[in-house]
């Protein structure tokens, strides 16, 4: 009995030995003040680590009903119909990006700046609801960042964009809040009050 257990450990001490991290953990190696609704950006393009994996996988729950039939039923949200498409303009370079933000902030416009990567889980929640949300505020243009486009590093480092998903929203072409996570309350909270129209502008006071 003795000698069985020393063959696991030495089996045990060989495998762990030989092992390589698996191509997920470098996202989730949050510190503890990190949240667990968001991931922090890896060391080098998380595209590059999975190209050189053979256990990475597509999708693993599309084939789900529950998922397939998925609509936007939340506490927070009066729609029951299906997600609709994200209505995001993307910015592919460094250039596109200065010349948008000097555009917003030089015409005082309200928008939102969605940092995110293809790679990254919450992403996949965030990006959604905040189209959901986004579609209540048509005024609002949101603009849509992956951050492992190349050349973005100088932006990133200058916004301090340390994890995804990071949320800018401007209002009168200022950073007026921000979003780290898919705290999708705080999203709408944010929006309601940053971009909401009054109700004496649309005309329907008084009627």
């Given at each position: ?17 030989n ?17 667990p ?32 039939s ?31 933000l ?70 009168n ?35």
């Amino acid at each position: 009995m003795a000698r069985n257990a020393i063959l696991r450990s030495q089996v045990l001490r060989r495998a762990l030995g030989n092992n390589k991290l698996s191509p997920v953990l470098p996202c989730y190696l949050c510190s503890n003040n990190s949240s667990p609704f968001e991931t922090l950006i890896p060391s080098k393009p998380f595209s590059s680590i999975l190209s050189n994996s053979t256990t990475a996988t597509r999708n693993p729950f599309s084939k789900l009903p529950f998922l397939q039939s998925r609509s936007c039923t939340f506490d927070y949200f009066d729609s029951e119909e299906p997600c609709p498409t994200e209505k995001f303009v993307p910015i592919k370079s460094e250039d596109e990006f200065n010349s948008t933000l000097s555009k917003v902030q030089d015409e005082s416009l309200p928008a939102i700046f969605y940092f995110t990567a293809v790679w990254c889980g919450p992403c996949k929640w965030a990006g959604p609801m905040l189209g959901v949300l986004a579609n209540k505020y048509p005024h609002v243009t949101t603009y849509k960042i992956d951050i492992d486009q190349e050349g973005l590093g100088s932006v990133l480092s200058k916004l301090n964009i340390a994890s995804v998903p990071t949320i800018h929203f401007f209002s009168n072409g200022k950073k007026a809040a921000e979003v780290i996570g898919s705290n999708v309350m705080r999203m709408k909270n944010t929006m309601e009050e940053l971009y909401k129209i009054e109700d004496s502008e649309e005309g329907t006071v008084g009627k």
